[in-house]
C-alpha cells in the first residue's frame, strides 16, 4: 500500500520579506518531504503566501500602491524562498489565486449552510499585526505583547462561526488523536485552551474591501484566518496534478505563535464545512537570532538567504535542523552557524569523505572492490532509527543518529589505520575490506542524509562511484555499496569560508 504524506508550511503575509524563521519551516518542511520520497511515499508539499491581510493593504498604501499590486510586485522575493533553499514544494499558492477564491467562498458557503454562521456586533481591541482580537487579560500595559504595538478600537457587524459549539467534538477528537498535536506540550497546551471554553469568532470583516467577498453578503470580506487556513484544502482542488484531493488530509507545520488558529479554529472550520481534520499538526519553536554574538561576527545577517550566499544551501539546512531540538525555542547566532559547519560538515564528514576517496585513489588506483568484511557498525539499525524519529517529526534526532555514525566511522579510520595496512603487503585483503567498509559506510550515510543535505549526498556518492539518482531509504544498509573504478581524490565538500567584513 503506497502511504501518502501531504505537507504543508504556514502561508507568509507578503508585506515584509522573508527572515530566518521562514526559512526554518520550510526547511524542516523539505526534509520531512524528501525523507518520504526516500521511503517510497507519495508526497505532496504546499507552501505559498497569504495576500489578504489587512495590513498588507496598508503597506501597499503607504507605497501609493492597490493592494494588489504590491503583493504582485513583492510575491518575487517569497518565492525565491523555497527555490534558494532547495524545497521540492509541489505548489506555491497565493491566496489572490482565483481557485483559492472560488473555493474560499463554497467552503464557507457549506458552513452557512450547515447553521453555524450568524450575525452580530463585535466590538474590541484589535491587533493589525496579528490580525486578532486581543482581550483585556491578553495586553500588556495596554500593548500586544507580540507587537509592542497598542490595539485598535474595532466595531462593526460582523458574520460570526458557532466555534463554541464544536467544543465537545473537538475535545472527542483530541482524545481519540492523542498524537493529533505534537509535541505532547503543545497537545496540552490546545486541549486546555479548548476545555477551558471557546468563544464564537468573527470569519468576516465590514470595514475592509481587500479579500475574498462574503458569497452570501458580497458587501463584507472573509477574515483573513478564514480565508487563509482554507488553502491547505484549496490548493488541492485547483493546483496542477491530477486528483490532488487524495492527499487530504494534511500535516501542519507551525510555529507556537498561531497554535490556536491551526489547532483548534481550523478543525472546527473543518468539521462544520464536512472535511475531515488534519491528519496531524506539528508545532515549532522559535530561532531567535542572538544579536550580540551576530554582531561580532557577520555584522547584520539575518536574511537567511545571505547566510545561503557564504556556507551554501545545506549547511543552512543542516544548521536548521541541528541547532535545537525540532519544536523547541533555540538561541542561534553566525558564530554557531559557522562552528558546526567547519567542526561538522567540513571535519566530520568533508574530510571522511575526502580522507576515504584519497586512500582508495592512492592505495588501490581508484578502485573500490566489493569484499564481505564485518562492518564497523550497524547501518541496518539506522534506517530503522531514522524512521522512528521522523515517525515523530523529530528531524533533530534523525540528523543526530546520522551523526553519531559519521562518528563511528571517522573512529573507525582511526581504529583500522589504513596507511598503516598499506605498508605491510601481508595485510593486504585487510586494507581492501578496510576501504570497503569506509566507502560502504559513507554511501549508507550519504542516502541517510539526503533529505538534510541534498546538494553534497549525491556528490559523496559520485566521488565514491556509486549510484546517486536512486535514494532510496532501502540503500540505508549493510553492504549497500558497489564496487566501482576510477575513484579519485575528492576535493573538499564543505571549503573553508571566509566570512565576510564585520559591519560598523
Ligand atoms: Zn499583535
Known sequence: MVMRFYVTTPIYYVNSTPTL???????????LTRH?????????????????????????????????????????????????????????????????????????????????????VYAGWYCVGCEAFKTEAELVDGRCPDHGTEPEWLEEKNWFFRLSAYQDRLLQLYDDRPDFVLPSYRYNEARSFIAGGLRDFS?????????????????????????ALVNYRSALSYAPGETLERFWPAVHLLAKDILRFHCVYWPALLLSAGEEPPRQLFVHGYL??????????????????ELVDVYGVDAVRFYAAR??????????????VRERYERELANDLGNLVSRTTAMIARYRDGVLEQTSADAPWDADALRGRLVDAFDRYDIT????????????????????APWQLAKDEARSDELTAVLYNLADGLTAIAVAVSAYLPLSA???????????????????????????????????LFPRVEPPAVAA
Not at 537570532?289 to 538567504?305: C, E, Q
Not at 531509504?473 to 555499496?481: K, P, W
Open 21 to 31: 524563521g521562514h526559512a526554518y519551516t520550510t526547511i524542516a518542511a523539505d526534509i
Open 36 to 120: 518520504h520520497r526516500q521511503r517510497g511515499d507519495e508526497t505532496y508539499f504546499l507552501t505559498g503566501v497569504d495576500e489578504h491581510a489587512d495590513k498588507v493593504a496598508r503597506v501597499a498604501a503607504e507605497q501609493g500602491l492597490a493592494p494588489q499590486e504590491y503583493a504582485d510586485k513583492i510575491v518575487g522575493a517569497w518565492q525565491e524562498l523555497p527555490r534558494r533553499l532547495n524545497a521540492v514544494n509541489d505548489f506555491f499558492i497565493r491566496t489572490s489565486d482565483d481557485g483559492h477564491k472560488r473555493f474560499v467562498q463554497e467552503f464557507l458557503q457549506r458552513i452557512y449552510d450547515n447553521g453555524d454562521v450568524y450575525q452580530d
Open 203 to 227: 470569519i468576516s470583516r465590514a470595514t475592509q474591501t481587500w479579500g475574498v467577498p462574503i458569497p452570501w453578503d458580497p458587501d463584507q470580506v472573509a477574515y483573513v484566518w478564514a480565508d
Open 288 to 305: 531567535n537570532f542572538d544579536n550580540r554574538k551576530m554582531s561580532k561576527s557577520l555584522g547584520n545577517v539575518i536574511n537567511p538567504l
Open 323 to 336: 541547532a535545537t531540538t525540532f519544536g523547541q525555542d533555540a538561541n542561534v547566532s553566525v558564530d554557531d
Open 397 to 416: 534526532g534523525g540528523l543526530d543518529e546520522i551523526w553519531l555514525a559519521v562518528r563511528r566511522l571517522n573512529q573507525y579510520v582511526e581504529e583500522s
Open 458 to 492: 549525491p556528490r559523496i556518492l559520485d566521488a565514491l562511484g556509486q549510484p546517486s539518482v536512486d535514494l532510496s531509504l532501502e540503500r540505508v544498509r549493510g553492504s549497500t555499496a558497489v564496487a566501482a573504478s576510477g575513484i579519485e581524490a575528492s576535493a573538499p
